[in-house]
Structures are given as structure tokens and as C-alpha cells.
């Protein structure tokens, strides 16, 4: 295999630019894990265990993914685990929605518009990398 097959973007340059601003998407939220981790142990529900432990792992999971998906033979792959990784941290949005007076920095109002937007991160990890129209734009070099 040849180190052109190894890193490429999409074709379509729609496609490409939508891989390239998810893939920053997720490396400046998992750096931000790293750079405000007080913010993300103020969130954590207290259900949850292993708080800054959690929180590491789910900054380096995001920036591992944010650079995952620009490998075609992994982009399929990466973006199930993207996908995981959204619902795995949901409980969170949720916490922050129902418990909106211990977020004051936040509007009630964005705490829901927060929760919708997770749906729209999920659709757009699916398209750009799962979507069977992403999967027919790649060609035969870029998938083995």
C-alpha cells in the first residue's frame, strides 16, 4: 500500500470540506477536554464515575476521531465510534437541561437547543461518514 491510499480526502469537495470541518470539530472539542477541563468536571452528572478520567478519555477519543476520519480505510470505522462516543456523552446534555440552576452560565433555553443539537452532530458524522453515498465515492484504492 502506497502512503497516497493511507490519508485522502473525499472527492466531492462538499464532502471534503465537510470531513475537514467535522475533523476540526472534533479535535478542538477533545483539545478543549484538555485546555477547560474545570468546565467539563462542573458538568459531569454525579451519577457518572471516574469524572476526570471521563473526561480525558472523551478529549482524546475526539481528537483521535477528528484525525481518524481522514484515513479512508478507517473513516467508516472512526465515524461509528464518533456516533458512539455523541450518545455515550448525552447523559450529560441531559443533566445540564434537567439541573438547568446549577448551569447559570447557561440559558435554560440553550440546554435544549443543546440537547437538539446533538442529533444534528450525530446526522452530520453519519454523512460524512457513513452514508452509503460516502461509501460509493470512495474508490476501490482508497477502501483497501
Not at 477541563?37 to 471521563?54: A, E, R, S
Not at 481518524?68 to 465515524?79: A, D, K
Not at 450525530?122 to 452514508?131: C, D, E, I, N, R
Request: charge should be neutral; charged fraction near 10%.
Amino acid at each position: 500500500m502506497g502512503m497516497e491510499h493511507s490519508f485522502a480526502l473525499p472527492k466531492s469537495r462538499k464532502r471534503a470540506l465537510s470531513l475537514v470541518l467535522l475533523s476540526l470539530f472534533f479535535i478542538g472539542i477533545g483539545l478543549s477536554h484538555f485546555f477547560d477541563t474545570d468546565f467539563y468536571l462542573h458538568i459531569m452528572p454525579p451519577f457518572m464515575p471516574f469524572h476526570l478520567g471521563l473526561v480525558y478519555v472523551s478529549g482524546v477519543l475526539e481528537i483521535v476521531g477528528g484525525i481518524g476520519i481522514y484515513f479512508p480505510r478507517l473513516r467508516r470505522w472512526v465515524g461509528a465510534c464518533l456516533m458512539l462516543l455523541l450518545v455515550a456523552v448525552y447523559p450529560v446534555n441531559i443533566y445540564m437541561a434537567v439541573y438547568p440552576a446549577l448551569f447559570p452560565e447557561f440559558s435554560p433555553t440553550f440546554l435544549y437547543i443543546r440537547l437538539a443539537l446533538q442529533f444534528v452532530f450525530l446526522f452530520w458524522v453519519y454523512k460524512t461518514t457513513l452514508a452509503p453515498e460516502e461509501l460509493a465515492n470512495l474508490s476501490s484504492a482508497e477502501m483497501t
